[in-house]
């Protein structure tokens, strides 16, 4: 039977720059566990601490132990948002590519979730100042996701995570669901997490800011009790065709998008994490112009895109 949520105070959330961070380089993949190093996280971090003061993980991996053991050995002011990656506990015939699995993947799947928790629930309670929130998955719900699970299954990792650690908890979630399917988890969760993408939704760009409130406004008036924060909004820099035409993917959208979104925010006092601080290769098929791999504001080398240029003109070679 499922139990009525306790009445809790409302959460706040912070104001300031945030950012998804993903620092896996060249060669380097969560996929088969290269994970950056020490050094290399540390690089990462000393560029983007100028301008931002929260950080966005989508794992509790060895990863995100580096990230947390960089900021507290280094000092430095930045914030994250730990996130739980969440596997399949059930196949998904709605998902566009392979999504099916046998009750033996399912159930180490379902094993390997329950341990992801207790493994943020660690780092939380290990890094009390610096993790200022956690999510308890990514995408997880969407019609299209290749990683499903329940929302009452949602339910139950949440009010396992509120039972050991007092930070805020959220879910990170494409729009869409929020509308309907996730009111019951809404009912438990601190604050919700949107994603926004005109972008993969063919929109150019004169209607794209528009679009992105649209998403976002439809949620937060559907939940006028709870705070929405943007967890995923950005724009592709290149693409092979697949899922964004070739012509609405440049370093001159990316920066017009990302200049009027900041503006909207801002001045609308939401937290906003831009996705993604640098390109990832490891992501999507072996094309070079995937588009899942260019999202960075700045590339996989560390190079500063046009959006970037004037702030970070330092990094790039005389």
């Known amino acids: 039977m499922t139990k009525t949520p306790t009445k809790r105070q409302r959460y706040t959330p912070p104001s300031g720059n945030a950012i998804c961070y993903s620092g896996y380089r060249r060669h380097q993949s969560p996929q088969d566990e290269s994970f950056p190093s ?36 280094e000092q430095l002011p930045l914030q994250v948002m730990l996130g739980a990656n969440m596997r399949a506990e059930h196949s998904n015939p709605s998902c566009p590519w392979d999504a099916n699995f046998t009750e033996a993947q399912l159930l180490h799947n379902r094993e390997a979730n329950a341990q992801e928790i207790e493994d943020m629930i660690a780092l939380a309670k290990a890094h009390p100042t610096t993790v200022f929130s956690v ?68 929109k150019a760009i004169d209607i794209a800011l528009d679009y992105t409130k649209d998403n976002y406004y439809t949620v937060a008036e559907r939940y006028p009790d709870i705070p929405v924060v943007i967890t995923e909004a950005g724009w592709a820099t290149a693409s092979n065709g697949r899922g964004i035409e070739t012509w609405n993917a440049s370093q001159d959208l990316q920066a017009i998008y990302y200049k009027a979104l900041m503006e909207w925010t801002r001045d609308a006092d939401i937290l906003t994490f831009v996705f993604e601080a640098f390109d990832e290769p490891w992501k999507g098929s072996s094309e070079e112009l995937e588009p899942e791999k260019h999202w960075g504001l700045f590339t996989v080398d560390r190079q500063p895109k046009l959006v970037m240029q004037e702030i970070f003109a330092h990094l790039i070679p005389t």
């Open 135 to 202: 999510s308890v998955g990514n995408e997880a719900s969407v019609e299209w996701s290749d990683h499903q699970v329940s929302v009452e299954q949602l339910i139950l990792y949440v009010r396992r995570i509120k039972a050991e650690i007092q930070q805020p908890v959220t879910f990170c979630e494409n729009y869409v669901p929020w509308s309907d399917k996730l009111a019951p988890l809404v009912a438990e969760l601190d604050f919700i997490s949107l994603h926004t993408y005109p972008v993969w939704e063919y």
């Open 38 to 73: 020490y050094e290399e996280i540390a690089e990462d971090l000393s560029i983007l601490v100028s301008q931002w003061q929260f950080l966005r993980l989508y794992d509790c991996s060895l990863h995100a132990k580096r990230v947390l053991d960089v900021i507290k050995t």
